[in-house]
């Protein structure tokens, strides 16, 4: 049964950072990407950032791009998150999607077929 644990997350203030991992078990997949998405009460769950098995395909939200660094270690998923904003206030979820493709980076929330609990991210002002 494929778990994803994921690494606690926080209330933090403007400007900090926070490092946010999942890790995948109990899986035989061969190739597949990782990702993470977050949501509001007020939004739908958008995609965040991701990257491919290979690890050389990172794919980030233009809201993200610059603050953000998502990087892979097989079956762990990383993301650090530096110089936060009251924006960046969401429940972070990390998902296993486009099973056996090596190469491509899921940014879509049909392409992803497994997802985490969620971590609570809090950044107050």
């Known amino acids: 049964q494929v778990q994803l644990v994921e690494s606690e997350g926080g209330l933090v203030q403007a400007g900090d950072s926070l490092r946010l991992s999942c890790a995948m078990s109990?899986?035989?997949?061969?190739?597949?990407?990782m990702g993470w998405f977050r949501q509001t009460p007020e939004k739908e769950r958008e995609f965040v950032s991701a990257?491919?098995?290979?690890?050389?395909n990172p794919s980030y939200a233009d809201s993200v791009k610059g603050r953000f660094t998502v990087s892979r270690d097989r079956d762990t998923i990383y993301l650090q998150m530096n110089t936060l904003k009251p924006q960046d206030t969401a429940v972070y979820y990390c998902?296993?999607?486009?099973?056996?493709?090596?190469?491509?980076?899921?940014?879509?929330?049909?392409?992803?077929?497994?997802w985490g609990q969620g971590i609570q991210v809090t950044v107050s002002s």
């Open positions: 109990g899986h035989i997949f061969t190739a597949y990407s």
């Open positions: 990257n491919s098995y290979s690890g050389g």
């Open positions: 998902a296993v999607g486009a099973i056996g493709n090596y190469y491509h980076t899921a940014e879509s929330l049909g392409e992803y077929k497994y």
